[in-house]
């Protein structure tokens, strides 16, 4: 057996997956890639790809060919997980793995993947999560911190969330910030921490001028169903690459890097300390779940208010749009009226659409939202809302803005906001964040239900009913979708 020390390659990879669509489906693996890195020169040394054929092709949906554009057809002669899994175990076992959110999302699906087939999974020397390096060491230059808006930043062209692409795309991106921290701790006086934060920076699309030879730029050519692997002249070792003050050291810190007698070196790679608080914060929802206008998440901002105001109260000269401190980034946007987070109350909407369970989050719970009618009076605070924040984020962004208010065509006359219902975990089970109270005759009660149960939920909340909502605005900034979204905080609903 190959000792992990005779291993020194980082193994990049990344896996692309089925989308759930209903509770406790789970994920299915459809392609995987990886690439090994020379951890001194940062070149490619080997590249391997294949398409891999669930045991159920009915679970490609058409969400799931949505975010990847893998179809049934396109795996129905690739191998299956089990016929590669050799492979893949003798790619990644002992050595250094490194990807974008690998440690939430990749590494629970291929250890899933394995236990399938009663397989002991391949274990890494060392983990490198992009998502969380990326974070904590480069800041919130580019926006969120998803790989699509990292790649446009840097003008790397368009995520084709295709593994081996992708995977090519997230070692240039660690290439690029390696490199921007290295000047700034060059020259501190002059590179300031903060001077990313200029909204003039320029990104242009290089991916037609990018040679796809290179081995680096995303490959527009679909795959067969496997690739074999690509081998590549093994470079000398060398200096190290700056890409190690991305884990060694923060940008601007003098002397960061300087060893004293007597004092052992930490590991650049040891990222256990970030990772142990990335394992315990919430799942992140999947690319084309977040995508969806149904996507519920709560509001997680630090400055909370309990105020909630009439829309006669909203005064739209009033209402502004900032950053605040956020739990998994350094910042989100966030809509204020008057210095404080806007939350509004609005009294008898009447339910078009009945509580939606189509999408799920990752760990198989129910992203719940139902749809109302809008008043013109609601429509008019809320479409004021969308162009500030609309305008706030930067005129280079190539995001595509969702309005808060749907109008279908031929339908501009009955207008309608989706209102999301988040939950929380708590151990096993779940409870609902919302406040729901039920009005009978000239009574209000608290609604009480028997455990987490959409069906008892939908008997409450059904089309022609009448609610009054407090809900919060919380605008997103996701890959190249933003918006708003209306988190439902409290629901009053008309039992008469």
Known sequence: MVSSLDRPEIAFFDLETTVPTRPGQGFAILEFGSILVCPRKLVELESYETLVKPHDLSLISTLSVRANGITPDAVVSAPSFSDIADKVYDILHGRIWAGHNIVRFDCVRLRDAFAQINRPPPEPKGTIDSLALLTQRFGRRAG??????????FGLGKQSHRSLDDVRMNLEVLKYCATVLFLESSLPDIFTENSWISPNATTRNR?????????????TSPPSSSRNIERHNSPPTGPTHPIFSLAASGAGEPDQNRVEPGHVQPDPFDLGPLIDKIENE?????????????????????????????????SIPSVTVTTVPFF??????????????????????????????????LAGRPRLSFVVDASPNLCGVLDSCDDIAKRFVDSDSNSEWRPVVSRKPGFYNSPTIRLQLPTVAEGDSVRWITEIHQKESSSIQRAVFSRYDVAELEQLIRPGSFVDVCFSLDPYHYQQNAGIRLVAKKLIVDSN
């Open 144 to 153: 969120d911190m998803k790989m699509a808006s990292l790649a446009n930043y």
């Open 207 to 219: 991916s037609n001028a990018k040679s796809t030879t290179d081995g680096t730029g995303p490959s």
């Open 282 to 314: 919430p799942l992140e929802a999947n690319v084309a779940m977040e995508e969806e206008s149904s996507t519920a998440t709560a509001s997680n901002t630090i400055t909370e208010s309990t105020e909630f105001l009439g829309l006669d109260d909203v």
């Open 328 to 361: 998994r980034g350094p910042q989100k946007m966030q809509i204020l009226h008057r210095g404080t987070p806007l939350q509004i109350r609005c009294d008898a909407l009447k339910v078009r659409f009945g509580l939606s369970t189509r999408f799920v989050d």
